[in-house]
């Protein structure tokens, strides 16, 4: 299994980011997916978490400017950033529990960071 991130880049502060994450491999089902972000010097934070069933959890330095959204028939998940800060500037990486086929038990699969710059 493996995950590709995209849609990072550099934004002004007050723009907006839509970044995706794509699974691959042979995959039977997801349960949550999400979003960290880890910003140079700091520990690694969620930033976003969508269980299999649509509920979602932020943290709370971007409640009300983040959405994160999935389509399991494209096996993506998605996380749209409005009203971007310079405090969002983080490489962000997005996860996800996989069922493998053939296995009982999801595993966490993780896709490689994908930067998020907040400047003028």
């Known amino acids: 299994v493996q995950l590709q991130a995209s849609g990072g880049g550099l934004v002004q502060p007050g723009g907006s980011l839509r970044l995706s994450c794509a699974a691959s491999?042979?995959?039977?089902?997801?349960?949550?997916m999400g979003w960290y972000r880890q910003a140079p010097g700091e520990q690694r934070d969620m930033v976003a978490v969508?269980?299999?069933?649509?509920?979602?959890n932020y943290a709370d330095s971007v409640k009300g400017r983040a959405t994160i959204s999935r389509d399991n028939a494209k096996n993506t998940v998605y996380l749209q950033l409005n009203n971007l800060k310079s405090e969002d500037t983080a490489v962000y990486s997005c996860?996800?529990?996989?069922?493998?086929?053939?296995?009982?038990?999801?595993?966490?699969?993780w896709g490689q960071g994908t930067l998020v710059t907040v400047s003028s």
């Open positions: 996860y996800a529990q996989v069922v493998v086929k053939g296995q009982p038990y999801p595993h966490v699969y």
């Open positions: 969508i269980t299999s069933g649509g509920t979602t």
């Open positions: 491999g042979s995959i039977f089902s997801f349960a949550d």
